[in-house]
């Protein structure tokens, strides 16, 4: 398999963000009687694509509606290409006409639509994407997210090793992009309240899974943790080679929850034990994430990880701004305030946004353990985003 068509699948598995997107419209139910005549809402959904998007169709069939409205989704395959954004969503917001963007997963695709979508004022909804601009210098009235910065997870991580006293010296390792530099920096930030030494960045070019050389270094390095941002089946391989390097049981690996999310079968015995922080963990045990987790299970036959929860978030923040103007999409001040002003009630914990529209959440720790990133604890609690981006952030 070549270096692109392995980026591509490492995103394959993310695509479940947009498909839950659109099944929290129909898990959510309609919030109130149809306006007879009402005009449709238009979601536009950028992502990027795979065949396993099923679910998608079937939530529109179903009868997806938002503010007592039908809704109408247009989707584009955004293929994790920064280079055709521009293009993409121009097609949504030109020719489709949407009243609401939801994307995307990558960071250089999400910062293209964002120029596009702040210059035409039309709502959008980040459910993956970390990049810290988003919610600093590029932030706008119409940009929300409801996953998370890159730095957040980052900083979570860095502060549970921060307060291990036998880890004193780190080496990092990532994809050499906008969000690899990000979730180290979070790292960075975390890790360096405690007064232990990053003694190296070492970096891989995205979409590039060869880490042999690095994996010789680390070896030769010898830190007492390496903290790694890969996701999909870049994740997955790290894992697998790591192992196989001998290095598993020697220097504990960590990451952002995505070097282990929906990778768990894939990389085999190599996940086991790893510990990660993210905002969402198997085995919360609360009653909001079991029955969420049970009508999930009922509607897609799968379990849901947590890019599902973040399409299913970015369907109720939906609701929260359309429900308050009885889905008339032409009261966009309205509707912004609204979703600005919302407490979230998620399957992963109540959450509301910053000022720069990032949600302030709980970040967790997990484990994994058999098929699940299992809860342990909760690593930094309502953390809020990097200052240095809040302070970037001037709404217009
Ligand atoms: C990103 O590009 O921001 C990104 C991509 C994949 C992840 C997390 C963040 O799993």
């Not at 999400?110 to 120029?115: F, N, S, V």
């Not at 697998?240 to 894939?266: N, S």
Request: aromatic share 8%; glycine share 12%; charged share 20%.
């Amino acid at each position: 398999m070549n270096p692109n068509e392995l980026g591509r699948r490492q995103f394959m598995r993310h695509a479940a963000a947009g498909a839950a997107g659109a099944a929290a419209m129909r898990l959510c139910g309609p919030l109130g009687v149809r306006a007879e005549g009402a005009p449709r809402i238009k979601v536009g959904l950028m992502l990027p694509y795979t065949g396993t998007f099923a679910p998608l169709g079937t939530a529109q069939e179903n009868g997806g509606k938002l503010g007592g409205r039908d809704v109408e989704i247009s989707k584009v395959d955004d293929e994790s290409e920064p280079g055709k954004a521009t293009d993409n969503i121009n097609r949504l917001i030109n020719r489709d006409k949407v009243d609401v963007v939801i994307g995307t997963v990558h960071s250089g695709v999400a910062a293209a639509m964002i120029h596009v979508t702040k210059a035409a004022g039309v709502l959008h909804i980040i459910p993956n994407a970390g990049l810290a601009a988003a919610t600093g210098p590029l932030c706008a009235p119409n940009i929300f997210r409801t996953s998370f910065s890159n730095w957040q997870s980052g900083f979570a991580m860095g502060s549970v090793l921060a307060g291990r006293p036998k880890v004193r010296k780190v080496v990092t390792l990532s994809w050499k992009y906008a969000a690899g530099e990000e979730f180290v920096k979070g790292f960075r930030d975390g890790y360096g309240k405690g007064g232990g030494q990053i003694v190296k960045d070492l970096w891989v070019p995205f979409p590039n899974v060869e880490f042999q050389a690095l994996l010789t270094e680390i070896a030769a390095l010898k830190p007492d943790a390496t903290y790694a941002f890969f996701a999909g089946a870049g994740a997955g391989k790290l894992l697998r080679d790591y192992a196989q390097a001998g290095l598993k049981d020697k220097i504990p690996l960590v990451g952002p929850g995505f070097l282990t999310e929906g990778v768990i079968a894939a990389a085999g015995p190599g996940a086991q034990g790893v510990e990660t922080c993210l905002h969402y963990a198997d085995g919360l045990g609360t009653k909001r994430d079991d029955a969420f987790r049970a009508a999930y299970a009922h509607s897609f036959n799968s379990t849901p990880d947590v890019y599902a929860v973040a399409g299913y978030d970015s369907g109720l923040l939906l609701k929260a701004g359309l429900g308050a103007v009885n889905g008339d999409v032409g009261k966009k001040k309205q509707i912004w305030v609204a979703m600005e002003t919302a407490t979230i009630d998620s399957p992963r914990g109540k959450w509301r946004l910053s000022k720069a529209h990032n949600p302030v959440q709980d970040l967790y720790l997990r484990r994994v353990v058999g098929t699940e990133n299992k809860y342990v604890s909760v690593a930094v609690k309502a953390l809020d985003d990097d200052p240095a981006m809040k302070n970037a952030c001037k709404m217009a």
